[in-house]
């Protein structure tokens, strides 16, 4: 594909010499991992979400999970050592991030976060992450991850 959004996450994984595949699709309003999936022809499991997610001390962090999964915050509060973890309202996220909730990607935020990633992800053989722009996925190897961003792996899924 030639020509895509060159985001902040686009530069970024440029800067890292990361190899991704670009995809662009028609964004839908709360269409969620289920219209990307179903426009990319790809399994709901390998389009991750980025959640933005604060922690009891007003900290915020990334969570990268399985279109087709949730985030349990209990569990995820129990493995963080934390009493509470709970998802940012849009305006608080788009703040943090810097992007737009529909859009929000990993790479490239406006401040470096940690980032939990369900430990299942790194298992698979390629994951469609979002490129920092409604309707933009860029399709990476998982292990990538490892190489940009401060990675916990936490078993949290529902």
Not at 75 to 86: I, N, Q
Not at 114 to 143: A, T, W, Y
Request: proline share 5%; net charge positive; with cysteine.
């Amino acid at each position: 594909m030639r020509h895509y959004p060159v985001t902040r996450a686009v530069r970024l994984l440029r800067t890292e010499k990361i190899d991704f595949i670009p995809h662009l699709y028609p964004y839908e309003e709360h269409g969620g991992t289920r219209q990307a999936a179903s426009v990319l022809k790809v399994p709901e499991h390998e389009v991750i979400k980025t959640l933005v997610m604060e922690v009891d001390i007003r900290r915020q962090l990334l969570v990268l999970m399985h279109g087709d999964r949730e985030v349990s915050t209990k569990r995820l509060a129990r493995e963080l050592g934390v009493k509470r973890v709970s998802p940012c309202d849009s305006m608080s996220a788009e703040k943090y991030t810097g992007y737009m909730v529909g859009g929000i990607s990993p790479f490239g935020t406006r401040k470096s976060f940690p980032v939990c990633v369900e430990s299942s992800i790194m298992m698979l053989d390629r994951i469609f992450v979002n490129g920092g722009k409604q309707g933009f996925m860029v399709e990476i190897d998982p292990h990538d991850l490892q190489k940009m961003l401060l990675l916990k792996e936490v078993n949290v899924a529902l």
